[in-house]
């Protein structure tokens, strides 16, 4: 069974990087794409960004200026960096895996079957 | 991005009867494969989303067949046959057609 664990401060301070690690357990970041999605008090999902052991990245254009994220098959992690944070950061942060799979005529699906907890990051000083 | 809409925002239901949720994309989610790229995921109370439907009608592993997706193009359903207890949350589509990948603002789904 997949299971994924967010991991990092739960306090940032205004205009710093926000840092966040997911460790995978039950399989490897080598096989799939991985997103993390935020979701602010009493508010909606929003996705930031994905990545793959290839290196393919994507970001989300409203963020893509201040993220960063990156993979650690050595240790068989994903991590996000977002940096000059502000209060609207305030979320919590979720790291989730997309499916990667087959359907019908040889293509792929790429949902997300698997999140963790998440993690709540406040943004203050 | 593709602006995903969905209605009702809250919806208070009877346990045992139907129930249905909308989800209106700016545009067309149908990928050049045939498959519609859109996803169905319920929040429960203090827990993380979880995945129900997936290319807009498969049902994912392990969840109830009370629950069906359909619609194609730029509208899509999904439907509770006989609501439960247990199906209370926030319920969100998702479009993974096009980067960013964009959810609806969610359903409110309490028991009468």
């Known amino acids: 069974q997949v299971q994924l664990q967010e991991s990092g401060p739960g306090l940032v301070k205004p205009s710093e990087t926000l840092s966040l690690t997911c460790t995978v357990s039950?399989?490897?970041?080598?096989?799939?794409?991985w997103s993390w999605i935020r979701q602010p008090p009493k508010k909606g999902l929003e996705w930031i960004a994905y990545?793959?052991?290839?290196?393919?990245?994507n970001y989300s254009p409203s963020l893509k200026s201040r993220v960063t994220i990156s993979l650690d098959a050595s240790k068989n992690q994903f991590s996000l960096k977002l940096s000059s944070v502000t209060a609207a950061d305030t979320a919590v942060y979720y790291c989730?895996?997309?499916?990667?799979?087959?359907?019908?005529?040889?293509?792929?699906?790429?949902?997300?079957?698997?999140w963790g907890q998440g993690t709540l990051v406040t943004v203050s000083s | 991005d593709i602006v995903m809409t969905q209605s009702p925002l809250y919806l208070p239901v009877t346990p045992g009867e139907p129930a249905s949720i909308s989800c209106r994309s700016s545009?067309?989610?149908?990928?050049?494969?045939?498959?519609?790229?859109l996803e169905w995921y319920l929040q429960k109370p203090g827990q993380s989303p979880q995945l129900l439907i997936y290319?807009?009608?498969d049902r994912a592993s392990g969840v109830p067949d009370r629950f069906s997706g359909s619609g194609s193009g730029t509208d899509f359903t999904l439907k509770i046959s006989r609501v439960e207890a247990e199906d209370v949350g926030v319920y969100y589509c998702?479009?993974?057609?096009?980067?960013?990948?964009?959810f609806g603002q969610g359903t409110k789904v309490e028991i009468k």
């Open positions: 989730a895996r997309h499916s990667g799979r087959g359907v019908g005529g040889g293509y792929t699906a790429y949902d997300l079957d698997y």
């Open positions: 039950g399989g490897s970041v080598t096989n799939n794409y």
């Open positions: 990545v793959h052991y290839s290196a393919e990245n």
């Open positions: 545009q067309s989610l149908l990928n050049s494969n045939g498959y519609h790229y």
């Open positions: 290319l807009a009608s």
């Open positions: 998702m479009q993974a057609l096009q980067s960013p990948r964009t």
